[in-house]
């Protein structure tokens, strides 16, 4: 996978498996308020560190770190790139649910997974740094300021939802709102792949809100833990399922 800065983006549709992309993209930023917008911060509760990492926090990370901003900081070009393929590993053959229909990369940074997912749906990738969306290939994951609205109707991803490692970056102050805002955009029956640091495997990491699989479940009705992810260095927890209504 390569990334590049040239290229522009049409005004409708999404990555899908010819290529391309589109400008009907959402933020995969963050709210505005209790430290996590624009600046970020992060407090502590409990001696847990609680993350409330806003757009400038992941643009500076871009723009000192380039594509391993989005992984592990502290791993080799070579331990990224293996935590990468084990984790297509595992999620490829749950990606085949989106079945050439819409899929939302939520918080793709510079589309890290978005280009293994077009082939098997139309990609709409988004983020909330300007910085990794500029380090995207042929700028196809599009910005949009942290704590806006996902502006999408409402089901319309027929496909599902792919979030690797997103939510556990969220407060729980706004974990609520973005979570509803997910559900709104996704269609009754559409398959949804959430990795994420999951309770106690959240403090080997020491960046996570650490919720119990109880509380992505709660979340995103229809999640179910699924194999864990081998190989690599930096493995989360792989949750996946079908939307249940609520």
């Known amino acids: 996978m390569k990334s590049g800065r040239s290229g522009g983006q049409g005004r409708s549709g999404g990555l899908g498996r010819e290529g391309g992309s589109g400008r009907e993209g959402g933020s995969g930023g963050l709210g505005r308020e209790g430290g996590f917008g624009r600046d970020g911060g992060f407090g502590r509760k409990g001696g847990k560190r609680i993350y409330g990492l806003g757009e400038?926090?992941?643009?500076?990370?871009?723009?000192?770190?380039?594509?391993?901003?989005?992984?592990?900081?502290?791993?080799?070009?070579?331990?990224?790139?293996?935590?990468?393929?084990?984790?297509?590993?595992?999620?490829?053959?749950?990606?085949?649910?989106?079945?050439?229909?819409?899929?939302?990369?939520?918080?793709?940074?510079?589309?890290?997974?978005?280009?293994?997912?077009?082939?098997?749906?139309?990609?709409?990738?988004?983020?909330?740094?300007?910085?990794?969306?500029?380090?995207?290939?042929?700028?196809?994951?599009?910005?949009?300021?942290?704590?806006?609205?996902?502006?999408?109707?409402?089901?319309?991803?027929?496909?599902?939802?792919?979030?690797?490692?997103?939510?556990?970056?969220?407060?729980?102050?706004?974990?609520?709102?973005?979570?509803?805002?997910?559900?709104?955009?996704?269609a009754p029956g559409s398959y949804m792949i959430v990795c994420d640091a999951v309770g106690d495997s959240a403090t080997a990491y020491g960046h996570s809100t650490g919720r119990s699989l109880e509380r992505y479940q709660e979340l995103l009705p229809g999640l179910e833990q699924r194999p864990a992810i081998t190989g690599g260095i930096y493995q989360p927890a792989l949750l996946a399922g079908w939307k249940v209504e609520q």
Not at 59 to 70: I, K, N
Not at 119 to 130: Q, Y
Request: net charge negative; proline share 5%; with cysteine.
């Open 56 to 186: 400038h926090y992941w643009d500076r990370r871009a723009q000192r770190h380039g594509l391993q901003a989005v992984g592990h900081i502290d791993s080799s070009t070579k331990e990224f790139e293996q935590d990468t393929e084990a984790a297509w590993a595992a999620m490829r053959p749950l990606a085949v649910h989106y079945r050439g229909k819409r899929v939302l990369d939520f918080g793709a940074g510079w589309g890290r997974f978005a280009l293994f997912l077009a082939g098997s749906g139309e990609v709409h990738a988004v983020d909330g740094s300007a910085q990794m969306c500029q380090l995207s290939y042929d700028n196809f994951v599009r910005h949009v300021p942290p704590g806006e609205p996902l502006p999408f109707e409402d089901n319309f991803f027929t496909g599902g939802l792919f979030c690797y490692t997103v939510l556990q970056h969220v407060p729980n102050s706004h974990v609520d709102w973005q979570c509803a805002e997910l559900r709104r955009v996704l």
